[in-house]
Each structure stands twice: as C-alpha cells, then as structure tokens.
C-alpha cells in the first residue's frame, strides 16, 4: 500500500465517529485475516481444547475446502441464498 493510500486510510479512521470504532476495528481485523484462514482459528474459544488429531483433522478439511474452492467445486454464497429463498 502506498504512502498516500495509508495517510487517506489514516484520515478516513480519525473521521470516524467514536461509535464506529468498535465496527470498524472488528473489519479491519477481518480483513487482515481473510488473506490467512487460519489466523484468528485457534482464537475461537470451542476450538482451544482440541486435541493434536482433531486440530490436524480440522486444518485438513479447510485445505480440503480451499481445494474445492480453488477447483470451482462450490457454490457463491448469493446464488446459495437465492436457492434457498426460491425453496420457501
């Protein structure tokens, strides 16, 4: 990101009403998580107490669904909400 971009990025967050700030970080953190899917995973608290093979069976089915992703293999969540709203 360029220096220009960080400032106006800067500039956009100190504009922001205090009652925003709150949203605003929990996106920010989202978004520099959405590139790692594993990042913010062992954060989640049901998660902590995993043992060694249901932590590494859990890590396989992500990659897993990376794969499926990767391969065209899923379904956009929009068209998965319009089947679903067609079926009532």
């Given at each position: 990101?360029?220096?220009?971009?960080?400032?106006?990025?800067h500039a956009l967050l100190?504009?922001?009403?205090?009652?925003?700030?709150?949203?605003?970080?929990?996106?920010l953190e989202y978004l520099?998580?959405?590139?790692?899917?594993?990042?913010s995973l062992d954060k989640?608290?049901?998660?902590?107490?995993?043992?060694?093979?249901?932590?590494?069976?859990?890590?396989?089915?992500?990659?897993?669904?990376?794969?499926?992703?990767?391969?065209?293999?899923?379904?956009?969540?929009?068209?998965?909400?319009?089947?679903?709203?067609?079926?009532?």
């Open positions: 990101m360029s220096n220009a971009a960080r400032q106006e990025l100190d504009a922001l009403p205090a009652s925003e700030e709150q949203a605003a970080r929990r996106y520099r998580d959405a590139s790692d899917p594993y990042a989640v608290e049901p998660l902590l107490d995993l043992a060694d093979d249901e932590r590494a069976r859990l890590h396989a089915s992500l990659r897993q669904a990376e794969d499926e992703i990767a391969a065209g293999k899923s379904v956009a969540a929009e068209d998965l909400v319009r089947e679903l709203r067609a079926a009532r």
